[in-house]
C-alpha cells in the first residue's frame, strides 16, 4: 500500500518556507541523522526520508507538482495520485527527476518515477549554450485524436521569486493535435522550451500526451472498445441497431444467440493512422426489471417454457 508523505513534515518547515528555508532545514537534518555519525536507533530510515523530501522540494518544479495535490492529505495515509494530478506543470531536461526513483518510496515513485527520460538538457559551444528541453503531460480527448484539431493548452511554469518563494505562472499555447495520436506519443514544438544563453537557440517543448477517460469509450493501442447494453431478445434472435462511435453512430448486426461478452470487430474504425486500430463492440446482456406483475409471469413463462440451466456442467443442481 503506498501511504502519503508530507514532505513539508519531514523536514519541520511550513508549507510557505522559501528555498533557502528548505536548504537550511535539509543540512541540519541530514547531519543529525547521516549514519555514520548519528546515534539515533532510527538514522537510516531517516536520513532517507530527509533526502526524498528535499529531492521534491529543492526543485521549484517537482515542488509546485506536489503543491498542486494540496494540504488535504494526511501523512500515512492509503494514497493514489489522481488522474491527470500533474498535467500541465512543465519540467525540465530529463522528465520529472534526475534522481534514480529506486532509492526512495513508493510514493515518490508514483509521483515521479513514471516520467519517461527523454533527450535534453542543452549543450555548450564556446560562449554559446542552448535553452532547455522542457517537458510537460497533457489530456486530450479521444474525439481530439480520432479528428486532429488545434488546442489552446495552458501550461503552469514554476518560478522561483524573488523572495525564494515557489510559483507558477501561466503560458498558453496553441498547439495543434495530429489526427492518430496515441496515448504516450509527444508533440515537440520546437523553440518553446528554455530560453537560451548568449545567443544560442532555445530548447524544444515536448508535450506528452495523455487520453482523457470517456464515458463510453475504452482505449487500447489504437484500438477502442464500446460496452453495448443489449436486450435478451436482441442477443438470442439477432437484431440490427444502433451503436455510438467517435465518428458517428453506425448500424451494427447482431449475431442470433450472442452472449455477454462477444467481441464485434469494426475494422479500422479505431485510431486513425498509418496502421488504423479496430473498434470492437462488446455486448453486455441487460436484463429488464421484474417489479411488475406482467413482467413476473413472462419471467416464470420463460423458466418453465424453455428449460434452461445456466449451471449446466458445473456439477451443481
Known sequence: MTQYKDYYRIL???????????????????????????????????????NEANEVLKDP??????????????????????PGWDEGFEFRGGGYTDTSAEQFSDFFDALFGGARAHPGGGFRTSFHMQGEDRHARVLIDLEDSYRGTTRTITLRVPEVTTEGRVTTREQSLNVRI??????????????????????????????????????????????VYLDLPVAPWEAALGATIEAPTPTGAVDLKIPPDSQTGRKLRLKGRGLPGKEP?????????????????????????????????????????
Open 12 to 50: 519541520g518547515v511550513e508549507r510557505t518556507a522559501t528555498q533557502d528555508e528548505i536548504k537550511r532545514a535539509y543540512r541540519k537534518l541530514a547531519r543529525k541523522y547521516h549514519p555514520d555519525v548519528s546515534k539515533e536507533p532510527d538514522a537510516e530510515e531517516r536520513f532517507k526520508e530527509v
Open 61 to 82: 518544479e517537482k515542488r509546485a507538482a506536489y503543491d498542486q495535490l494540496g494540504a488535504q492529505w494526511k501523512a500515512g495515509q492509503e494514497f493514489r495520485p489522481p
Open 178 to 223: 495530429p489526427k492518430g495520436i496515441r496515448g504516450g506519443q509527444q508533440i515537440r514544438l520546437a523553440g518553446q522550451g528554455g530560453q537560451g544563453v548568449g545567443g544560442g537557440a532555445a530548447g524544444d517543448l515536448y508535450l506528452e500526451v495523455e487520453l482523457r477517460p470517456h464515458p463510453l469509450y475504452r482505449v487500447d493501442g489504437a484500438d
Open 277 to 317: 486500430g479496430d473498434f470492437y463492440v462488446v455486448l453486455k446482456l441487460t436484463l429488464p426489471s421484474a417489479r411488475s406483475d406482467e413482467a413476473k409471469v413472462l419471467y416464470r413463462e420463460m423458466k418453465s417454457k424453455l428449460g434452461f440451466d445456466p449451471r449446466a456442467g458445473l456439477g451443481v443442481t
